[in-house]
């Protein structure tokens, strides 16, 4: 059984790798044995991150600083990866912004913005990816979806349209690349307190809110995000593909 979620072997690229949920699912693969090469804007804060995962003993990471924005470098981004620890087999799509801005505030420079990197980037890194994942064989891509692929929350709408449009590209990629042997799910998260949702938790009323939203009573913790990462990088999920799964204490079950 344990085979079934042993990363061992594994190369895993992960954006967002500087903080947050896309840090963590860095830290949750290296534990299972990959090597990690995380990637973002934050040069420091990546090399930090990729210090305390080295620390742990398990999978290797490194990083690369890039700018997830600049479409034409994403090729680069994938090659600088490769050069570390070989072609990427595992993908976690993380990097995000939400402007939380209303909707009069809206401007085209913030909605591309928001789109161009929660939305155009997660397919253009991860069609950057496929020929090495072709090459070895098998692939994992793991997008991270939102509560607003499902429903709407104030002012979110170029958010919110950037993550109803990552259930649809993940059902896109399965479709395009499952039947080489790449499977590609995404994981839709509750409210965890990270870097995109500080606003919400300066204020206790709407954190205490949220909670009593979720089946469980709580709101999430980065290390809730760890099982789910390893299961859909792993063998244990080849048979699932193309699959919104939500990670929200059971908020959208209510």
Same mark, same amino acid.
């Given at each position: ?27 949750? !693969? ?24 080295? $620390? ?27 050069? +570390? ?13 939400? !402007? ?51 429903? *709407? ?5 170029? +958010?919110? $349209? ?9 059902? *896109? ?24 949702? *500080?606003?919400? +938790?300066?204020?206790?009323? !709407?954190?205490?809110?949220? *909670? ?23 063998? $244990? ?13 059971? +908020?959208?079950?209510?």
């Amino acid at each position: 059984m344990n085979d079934l979620f042993d990363l061992k072997g594994e190369v895993a690229l992960c954006t967002g790798g500087s903080s947050g949920i896309g840090q963590r699912m860095a830290v949750a !693969l290296a534990n299972a044995g990959a090597d990690v090469v995380l990637v973002g804007r934050q040069e420091d804060a990546l090399k930090e991150a990729v210090q305390a995962i080295n $620390a742990q003993g398990k999978g290797k990471a490194e990083s690369v600083a890039a700018d997830l924005l600049d479409r034409e470098g994403l090729v680069d981004v994938v090659a600088q990866a490769t050069k +570390y620890f070989g072609s990427p087999t595992i993908l976690t799509n993380a990097a995000g912004v939400n !402007l939380r801005q209303p909707v009069d505030e809206i401007t085209s420079e913030t909605w591309d913005i928001t789109l161009n990197i929660n939305l155009a980037t997660p397919f253009f890194l991860a069609r950057a990816c496929v020929p090495g994942m072709l090459k070895k064989g098998r692939g994992k891509i793991i997008n991270v979806a939102s509560l607003q692929s499902y429903r *709407a929350f104030a002012n979110s709408i170029p +958010y919110g $349209a950037s993550k109803g449009g990552i259930a649809q590209v993940t059902r *896109a990629m399965a479709e395009a690349w499952s039947g080489q042997g790449i499977m590609a799910n995404a994981i839709a998260p509750g409210f965890f307190r990270t870097a995109l949702t *500080a606003k919400v +938790y300066d204020n206790a009323d !709407l954190v205490e809110h949220n *909670a009593k939203m979720t089946a469980i009573g709580r709101n999430g913790e980065v290390e809730d995000i760890d099982g789910l990462t390893v299961f859909l990088a792993a063998r $244990a999920s080849d048979y699932i593909t193309g699959q919104v799964i939500s990670l929200d204490g059971g +908020y959208t079950a209510k």
